[in-house]
């Protein structure tokens, strides 16, 4: 999925994709600012076909996620997205 576009609702460009990590989607949203977000992959859909891989979170969600420096919090990733264990 490397290199893959990021599209959300409406096919609206969000990113690109530049690595997956846990069961996380990394995307580096941005066009001079570049910030890296997770997405979980049960919401990060790939169509190999188009190279595109469409998401199903709002982007205010996604722009609210916890950054991704070097590697993914997985903890903080899942709890932002209601998926952590309780």
Do not use: C, Q
């Not at 490397?2 to 409406?10: E, K, L, N, S, T």
């Not at 469409?54 to 997985?74: N, Q, W």
């Amino acid at each position: 999925m490397d290199g893959y576009r990021v599209v959300g609702a409406r096919d609206r460009g969000v990113g690109r994709v530049v690595g997956v990590e846990d069961d996380f989607v990394i995307v580096e949203l941005g066009r001079f600012r570049r910030v890296r977000r997770p997405v979980p992959l049960a919401f990060a859909h790939p169509d190999d076909s188009a190279k595109v891989v469409r998401i199903t979170v709002p982007r205010h969600d996604l722009d609210r996620a916890p950054r991704v420096r070097t590697v993914v919090d997985a903890a903080a990733a899942a709890a932002h997205y209601g998926l952590a264990a309780r």
